[in-house]
């Protein structure tokens, strides 16, 4: 039997086990996922322990997406750009390599809901810590035009020195009202919702606002959107589309059912409200 397992702290909210048992059922394959919680500090060690137990991947979840590359012999250039994997895979040697399905996520996810490519487009990138560093990566290799805006704009300009390939703007998250005039759609990869507060947006005029948080914490940002006239979509299709990633990096073939486990998911959290 393969193992599989998400590892973090906390890691008990984690859909990645029904996003993968979901395929692993509809696939008939001989494998099992769990979540495991690892504590910080007992990261090396737990990877040790993971190899000597045969594991054959691992998703990595908040806080342990840098930590995790210290027991990697190979990592993917995405890894390396964002400086995090969400994703391992035991090598025949025992050893590890990562990879970052967050990047090709977002590029799935967004596909999804129409948007077909992202080359030349004029993107507003909302935050500038880890989850922004996937997105600037791959819509940096997409080349497209991202203008990151951050509450702390020190950091969005230090984001783009460090994930991308060509220079983008950026300026401070006050510049929202004035730059999205022109913007096609906004990503907000800012965890404002955790912490009860909301960005104020101008008026979307139906255009997209893609949140990359999904659930109660959510909630809030997106009916704020609505009302502004945005059309909004939450990041639970790119959870799913970054797990079928890693699930086709771990088995090989097509990428697994999106829908299917899609649909399992906005079932649970419908259950949890
Ligand atoms: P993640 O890994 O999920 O991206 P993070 O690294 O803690 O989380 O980054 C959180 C991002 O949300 C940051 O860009 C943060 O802005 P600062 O760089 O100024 O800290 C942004 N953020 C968090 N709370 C916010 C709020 N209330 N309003 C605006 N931006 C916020």
């Known amino acids: 039997m393969d193992r599989l397992a998400v590892i973090g702290d906390p890691v008990g909210h984690s859909l990645s086990p029904q996003i993968h048992m979901t395929w692993i059922d509809q696939l008939g394959l001989d494998a099992s996922y769990e979540s495991i919680r690892v504590p910080a ?15 054959r991947g691992l998703n990595v979840t908040l806080p342990h997406k840098q930590d995790v590359l210290v ?11 964002i400086g995090a ?13 990562a990879d970052n399905t967050d990047a ?9 809901v129409g948007i077909d490519y992202v080359t030349g487009r004029k993107i507003i990138v909302i935050g500038a810590g880890g989850a922004a560093r996937a997105a600037l990566f ?18 969005a300009g230090q984001v783009i020195a460090e994930c991308c390939n060509s220079p983008h703007g950026y300026g401070p998250l006050e510049d929202l009202h004035t730059v999205a ?17 909301c960005i104020q947006l101008p008026e979307g005029k139906g255009r997209l606002f893609f949140d990359m948080s999904y659930g109660a914490p959510a909630a809030g940002q997106l009916a704020h959107a609505q009302q502004q006239g945005w059309t909004t979509e939450d990041g639970l299709g790119m959870l799913v589309c ?32």
């Not at 994997?85 to 390599?97: H, Q």
């Not at 290799?141 to 805006?149: F, G, M, S, T």
């Not at 079928?244 to 059912?257: C, Q």
Request: hydrophobic letters at 45%.
């Open 85 to 97: 994997a969400n994703t391992l895979s035991r090598l025949s040697d025992g050893r590890w390599r």
């Open 138 to 155: 791959a819509l940096d290799r997409a080349d497209a035009e991202v203008i990151v805006l951050n509450r702390t704009v020190e950091k």
């Open 242 to 273: 970054q797990a079928a990633e890693s699930f086709r990096i771990w088995f090989g073939g097509d990428l697994p059912d999106v829908e299917l486990a899609l649909e399992a998911c906005r079932e649970t959290l419908k259950a949890d409200l």
């Open 181 to 197: 005039e022109d913007a096609e759609f906004i990503i907000n990869t800012a965890s404002a919702g955790h912490q009860d507060t």
């Open 41 to 55: 500090g007992d990261v090396t060690a737990a990877m040790e322990d993971f190899a000597r137990q045969d594991f």
């Open 104 to 112: 090709p996520g977002l590029i799935a996810a967004l596909k999804r």
């Open 71 to 81: 027991s990697a012999s190979q990592a993917s250039p995405a890894v390396k750009a």
